[in-house]
């Protein structure tokens, strides 16, 4: 079965400072997908990145990077210099490699509710 | 080009009435996805359609949820009788069919969907 832990449920930072959120996954899948997505106030979930499970390289986006991990089976999301539009709720998520049809299913953390503030 | 729409925003019923969602996808986009989340918890996975087919309904709760998608096209998510567990935000997700692949899926801005 496949799970995902964030364990941290909310974190308050203060605007420009450096912000990571953890996220720990189980899977038995030897290939897979991690994945973060962005909720804010409006409701709907925006993606922000697919990773596969082969490509362990680091990546960065602006002030956006991520840290895969295989060994500790980690995928924790940096923010540098938040910004208070970066105040959302962030979901990690995981989804075995599927072949056929193109599909994927997700399986989700419980979110971290993340809080700039001025 | 239009994103994943869901319809209504928010709804509020008692407790033993009916209530549908509707969710139209992405043009082009085979693959249909219907989650939910409850309240303060993890977003789960309902089901997933390809085009009209129910390609896996394993999370779905039990029998008081129907869900369908007839042509292909949009897509609506029944719940009858509605039960006070049900509240949360449903969301609804779409992506293109890519074989051999596994691509984004964009997510609507969900149902809040209220049970009192």
């Known amino acids: 079965a496949q799970k995902v832990t964030q364990a941290q449920t909310e974190i308050s930072v203060v605007e420009k400072e450096d912000v990571t959120l953890d996220c720990v996954y189980e899977?038995?899948?030897?290939?897979?997908?991690l994945f973060w997505y962005k909720q804010p106030p409006s409701g709907e979930l925006v993606f922000l990145i697919r990773?596969?499970?082969?490509?362990?390289q680091n990546e960065i986006s602006g002030r956006y990077s991520w840290n895969f991990q295989k060994s500790t089976s980690s995928f924790n999301f940096t923010i540098t210099a938040s910004q208070v539009v970066d105040s959302a709720v962030y979901f990690c998520a995981l989804s075995e490699a599927e072949f056929t049809g193109g599909g994927n299913k997700l399986t989700f953390g419980t979110g971290t509710q993340l809080k700039v503030e001025l | 080009e239009a994103g994943v729409t869901q319809f209504p925003s928010h709804s509020v019923i008692e407790k033993g009435q009916t209530v549908t969602l509707r969710c139209d996808p992405i043009s082009g986009h085979d693959n249909l996805y219907w989650y939910r989340r409850v309240m303060g918890k993890e977003i789960k996975f309902l089901l997933h359609f390809v085009k009209e087919s129910k390609q896996d309904e394993s999370g779905m709760p039990n029998n008081r949820f129907l869900a369908e998608r007839t042509g292909g096209t949009y897509s609506t998510l029944k719940v009858q009788p509605a039960e006070l567990e049900d509240s949360g935000v449903y969301f609804c997700?779409?992506?293109?069919?890519?074989?051999?692949?596994?691509?984004?899926?964009?997510f609507g801005q969900g149902t809040r969907l209220t049970v009192v």
């Open positions: 990773r596969n499970s082969f490509d362990e």
């Open positions: 899977t038995r899948d030897t290939t897979y997908y």
């Open positions: 997700a779409s992506s293109h069919p890519l074989p051999g692949s596994n691509t984004e899926a964009f």
